[in-house]
């Protein structure tokens, strides 16, 4: 059995269903990220496992105890909040013992775990420091190690790197991994970011509308999105009509016109083959650069297909040159439509 | 941050001039040597305030409204700070109208208030009683605390309280611990201003206090509706350096900025 469940979970705010029969399993020691839009109820499943939202219906099950009633004292969870939710008035060190001092441990043994979760996040010279003295970044970590310290069985991180700028949040993506590794805990992180859920987890849970449409590896969802949805919101990607040939295999349309099948095609799958060659020829309307990768869009008659190519030093293709489009068929992906409202 | 131009400069310098002004002109004048409320021209004279110190009376009413203000103010935020919580956190049948209860004696003039007050007093027939003269003043100095707790209470991160429970603290922990430090600018400055509004109230006083129980501010107005001398220049500049020597000392000791705008 995994080590948390959630049993047809479900939240209701009065005539609203914020969480509909949600089930999930997490084994200890994986890293899951619940993804989705704002407003899909992501937030509020991971309130309801840390005990600040009651439950409407359905169960959670912690290490085989059912926890689905129980206050969020008694859990022992490990929540790290978007604010970060330091106490202002504390040091960092105070910050961090609060959990030990409330579990009455003994103060040779709280400055010992203190101390070792402060070398943990990297933050023993900061350990006398107030919350206001402290960057952005090094809050996240006092707020992270004030989590891991009363070792928690379960971490749950709410939008943690929401409020960091680009470079930091990158950084803090790959130390929060490190220090998941390392402790070995089993974590549940909220996001909005595709490409923090895909980064560091281990398995990505999609949620629209309050439901999961999608549970994968990030890979896996990745190459393999189930819904339009899906394939918008987890990275780009070119959205066509299609139909299946004699052999059943699908393949794009190319009159324009309703197919049968919604495909998807990730930009970064398509080859710019000479003009006149490849299935599909197309004129290029705007480009982008990218740093490492060149974004394209390419005026064709069957609509407007994003390509991204790899910066390889060479100059370029220009605004209005022509061009043909080409792609292994077995990278086409039939979508299912989408059962909710996005 | 940007510099004030000239003209607002100016503007600030007129606003302060116009506040301090008449403080500066009552601490002069009760050194006046003259026996009438004159600016000390021919010299100094500390005849005023040995006059004050003199007056048994006035020693009294000051030790009354002293008494007064620290336990009314203090029964006050008792009063207003789990109001506060309670009208800021919960949906309750009866919130708008407990909000509105506690502000109303506000909007009521203290002059109705008394007068209201001192026939209520007559019929429980315990006019001129120190305990009901407190609980006058609490009524109308609690709603200052009440703003001010509630102002902090919204202010205040509710995830930090999520964030203490889920590491184990119980309600009275996570009060006495979280909540309460992190309010504390608002309940402490609630607290000074229903101090201050406690220790200079005349209007109602007047009405529901007796000789034995008059406040200072009472016994002031009283004196001054009989005889205009320089006394009353020395005892209000007595109570100005009383209050400045406060502030200093709660600035030197704790910070006023830390009490008062919550710099941690």
Request: hydrophobic share 50%; proline share 5%; charged share 20%.
């Amino acid at each position: 059995m995994a080590f948390l469940q959630l049993q047809a979970l479900c939240k209701r705010y009065g005539p609203i269903d914020a969480v509909v029969a949600t089930d999930l399993s997490v084994e200890q020691g994986e890293f899951v990220s619940l993804l989705g839009p704002s407003g899909c109820g992501k937030t509020t499943t991971l309130q309801m496992i840390a005990g600040f939202v009651d439950v409407s219906a359905g169960r959670i099950l912690l290490d085989g105890r059912d926890i689905t009633h129980a206050k969020p004292a008694s859990r022992g969870l490990g929540v790290v909040f978007q604010s970060y939710a330091l106490f202002p008035h504390m040091t960092v060190r105070d910050n961090v013992a609060f959990g030990l001092k409330m579990r009455k441990v003994s103060a040779a043994d709280i400055e010992r775990r203190v101390s070792r979760v402060l070398e943990l996040v990297r933050l023993t010279p900061h350990a006398e420091r107030y919350p206001r003295e402290l960057s952005g970044g090094q809050r996240q970590r006092v707020a992270l190690a004030r989590a891991l310290v009363i070792e928690p069985p379960v971490l749950l991180l709410d939008e943690p790197l929401s409020n960091l700028d680009a470079n930091l949040r990158e950084e803090m993506q790959f130390e929060i991994r490190r220090i998941q590794r390392e402790v070995g805990i089993t974590t549940l992180m909220v996001t909005h970011d595709q490409a923090e859920a895909l980064s560091i987890s281990d398995r990505v849970v999609v949620m629209q509308a309050g439901r999961i449409t999608q549970i994968d590896e990030p890979y896996h969802l990745y190459e393999h999105p189930r819904t339009r949805f899906i394939s918008g919101f987890v990275g780009k990607a070119n959205l066509l009509r299609g139909d299946r040939d004699a052999s059943g295999a699908a393949q794009v349309r190319h009159q324009p016109g309703d197919g049968e099948l919604v495909l998807s095609l990730r930009p970064e799958k398509i080859d710019l083959v000479p003009a006149g060659t490849g299935r599909l020829q197309g004129r290029v309307v705007m480009r982008y650069f990218l740093g490492s990768q060149w974004l394209y869009r390419i005026e064709t008659p069957i609509g407007e297909i994003t390509v991204v190519r790899r910066n390889d030093g060479d100059a370029p293709m220009n605004e209005g040159f022509a061009v043909g489009l080409d792609w292994p068929s077995d990278l086409l992906r039939v979508l299912s439509v989408d059962e909710v409202p996005a | 941050m940007s510099k004030n131009g000239p003209l607002a400069l100016s503007f600030h310098a007129l606003v302060v001039v116009f506040m301090l002004a008449p403080l500066v002109v009552v601490c002069l004048v009760a050194f006046t040597p003259e026996n009438t409320l004159s600016l000390p021209w021919h010299g100094f004279s500390l005849r005023w305030f040995r006059a004050v110190f003199e007056r048994a009376d006035f020693i009294q009413s000051f030790y009354n409204s002293l008494i007064l203000a620290v336990v009314a103010a203090t029964l006050a935020t008792l009063i207003a700070v789990p109001a506060a919580l309670a009208i800021t956190r919960y949906r309750f049948p009866g919130r708008d109208f407990l909000n509105g209860l506690f502000l109303s004696p506000i909007i009521i003039p203290h002059l109705v208030l008394g007068v209201a007050m001192l026939r209520l007093f007559a019929l429980m027939g315990v006019n001129g009683s120190f305990v009901w003269l407190m609980f006058a003043h609490v009524v109308v100095i609690t709603p200052y605390v009440l703003r001010l707790v509630i102002a902090a209470s919204i202010g205040m991160d509710r995830s930090a309280e999520q964030a203490a429970e889920s590491l184990g603290a119980s309600r009275f922990t996570l009060f006495r611990l979280i909540t309460l430090p992190m309010i504390l600018p608002g309940v402490a400055g609630g607290w000074l201003l229903a101090f201050i509004n406690s220790f200079d109230e005349v209007t109602l006083s007047i009405f529901v206090t007796s000789p034995s129980t008059q406040t200072l501010p009472v016994r002031m107005y009283v004196y001054a509706t009989e005889s205009i001398d320089p006394m009353m220049a020395a005892v209000s500049a007595l109570v100005i350096a009383l209050t400045a020597a406060t502030m200093i000392i709660l600035d030197r000791v704790y910070g006023l900025d830390r009490v008062l705008v919550g710099r941690h």
